[in-house]
């Protein structure tokens, strides 16, 4: 964040930084650091900001697209990243938005598929691009490949956060709970117990049989939410793991 605003206060009419800034905001709230309806307004303002500028951009588009999918507007964002994709195919960065925010949603898992393999090949020593093909690999029930892509990654970046979450939850699903439970163990470590992290963990210990952790989890996320935000989701996750299905929902 320091960065990106010290680049827009030198330039003011660099709209690459005002994306850059605009990201920052999104995952804010995509994570539950701060309040999605603030967090957001400030990225549509940056998004905005980017196009006043340069509405040439591909990546200002794009941006507009994730943000756009966020608020549920499905055709908004299908016009944004068809704009994005007029104006530049080749752009690396424009991809994993248009995966993660159009194609995923819009259940084209095997397209989605084809761009996270497409984005490794780039660039096969990224973290980030192994950990994002073993995600599509999760969401198709391919466990065995999201292990083996979550654990590529983690060579590379032993301290890759999303991989170690995404082991957890591919480890569970293959019927691995005890795994599941010590990768989401270093997840919540490496984010300094965030309570996006957190209630992965404690839905991974509800459904591993270990309820009296899940239910310190959900004492340590009330803790939290009496100074400052919590996503509500991470409550429901954990009541979710429970069995407590009427309380997940009313979360």
């Known amino acids: 964040r320091e960065y990106f605003e010290r680049a827009i206060a030198e330039?003011?009419?660099?709209?690459?930084?005002?994306?850059?800034?605009?990201?920052?905001?999104?995952?804010?709230?995509?994570?539950?650091f701060q309040r999605p309806r603030e967090a957001?307004?400030?990225?549509?303002?940056?998004?905005?900001?980017?196009?006043?500028?340069?509405?040439?951009?591909?990546?200002?588009h794009a941006f507009l697209g994730m943000l756009r999918a966020t608020d549920y507007d499905?055709?908004?964002?299908?016009?944004?990243?068809?704009?994005?994709?007029?104006?530049?195919?080749?752009?690396v960065e424009i991809w994993p938005g248009y995966d993660w925010y159009?194609?995923?949603?819009?259940?084209?898992?095997?397209?989605?598929?084809?761009?996270?393999?497409?984005?490794?090949?780039?660039?096969p020593l990224s973290a980030f691009a192994q950990w994002l093909l073993g995600y599509r690999h999760y969401l198709r029930r391919q466990f065995d490949l999201a292990i083996r892509q979550c654990r590529n990654a983690l060579e590379l970046d032993p301290n890759y956060l999303p991989a170690h979450a995404f082991l957890g939850?591919?480890?569970?699903?293959?019927?691995?709970?005890?795994?599941?439970?010590?990768?989401l163990e270093k997840a919540v470590a490496l984010s300094r117990r965030s309570p996006f992290t957190l209630g992965e963990l404690g839905f991974?210990?509800?459904?591993a049989g270990q309820t009296t952790q899940a239910r310190r989890l959900l004492a340590e996320l009330e803790g939290l939410a009496s100074r400052g935000n919590v996503p509500p989701s991470s409550f429901g996750r954990i009541y979710l793991g429970l069995g407590e299905i009427e309380r997940a929902f009313e979360w």
């Open 74 to 91: 499905w055709p908004g964002a299908q016009r944004a990243f068809r704009r994005a994709l007029e104006l530049d195919r080749q752009t």
């Open 102 to 123: 159009w194609l995923i949603p819009m259940r084209r898992l095997d397209e989605a598929l084809a761009v996270s393999q497409r984005a490794l090949e780039q660039d």
């Open 169 to 183: 939850e591919a480890l569970l699903q293959q019927g691995k709970p005890d795994q599941a439970v010590q990768a």
């Open 11 to 32: 330039d003011p009419g660099y709209a690459l930084a005002h994306i850059g800034l605009g990201n920052y905001f999104l995952h804010l709230a995509y994570f539950g």
């Open 40 to 60: 957001l307004a400030r990225a549509h303002e940056l998004a905005s900001k980017a196009l006043e500028i340069d509405d040439g951009l591909a990546l200002g």
């Open 204 to 207: 991974v210990c509800a459904v």
